[in-house]
Structure formats: C-alpha cells, structure tokens
C-alpha cells in the first residue's frame, strides 16, 4: 500500500489469524498488539525481544517456512472485534 493510503493498521491487525514481524522497534509493538489478541507471532529475524517465550522463533530460513506453513495449517479464525466497539490503540496501550 502506497504510505498516502489511510488505513487502521491495527484494524488489519486485529483481522488477522497469527502475525509475523521482521523489524526490531515496530515489531516490538506489533508482537505487543497480537499478544494481547492471544494471537501467536513469528519473528523472521533475531531480535532482543526473541526467546522470550512470547513469540515462534525462526532458527533459520528453513525452519522460518516450516513455521510459517504450520501457522497457517494451524492459526483458529480471528476472533469477532470487541462488542464494545473499535480499540483505541492511539496510545502504546490499547483500549476497548
């Protein structure tokens, strides 16, 4: 998408059945962001953030497709948005 278009990434985000990220400092936010949704995340690169327990680490590029195939097989449908209305995710904390 062009950077002009206006889109809700967290909108995006919140469709999704599992996350993937590459980047160290928005990847950061974004593993926070699906974290809070109960969604996994898989990391395509070593970051301070890996091996934490929080996210599906690739040890290599193999091993990056192997997970990426089984997330697919395996990731349950989004879940439905909060009934109480679209997140304030204005903030570093997201709010119903």
Same mark, same amino acid.
């Given at each position: 998408?062009?950077? #002009?278009?206006? $889109?809700?990434?967290?909108? %995006?985000? #919140?469709?999704? +059945?599992?996350?993937?990220?590459? @980047?160290?400092?928005?990847? %950061?936010?974004? $593993? *926070?962001?699906? /974290?809070?949704?109960?969604?996994?995340? %898989?990391?395509?690169?070593?970051?301070?953030?890996?091996?934490?327990?929080?996210?599906?680490?690739?040890?290599?590029?193999?091993?990056?497709?192997?997970?990426?195939?089984?997330?697919?097989? *395996?990731? #349950?449908?989004?879940?439905?948005? @909060?009934? +109480?209305?679209? +997140?304030?995710? /204005?903030? @570093? /904390?997201?709010?119903?």
């Amino acid at each position: 998408m062009p950077a #002009e278009t206006k $889109v809700n990434t967290y909108a %995006l985000m #919140e469709a999704c +059945r599992f996350g993937v990220v590459f @980047s160290v400092h928005t990847g %950061l936010r974004d $593993v *926070e962001f699906w /974290s809070m949704l109960g969604r996994p995340v %898989l990391v395509g690169t070593h970051t301070y953030y890996t091996r934490r327990g929080f996210t599906v680490d690739a040890r290599d590029r193999d091993h990056y497709f192997v997970q990426l195939a089984r997330m697919c097989d *395996e990731a #349950e449908p989004a879940l439905a948005p @909060s009934p +109480r209305g679209r +997140r304030d995710c /204005s903030t @570093s /904390s997201c709010t119903a």
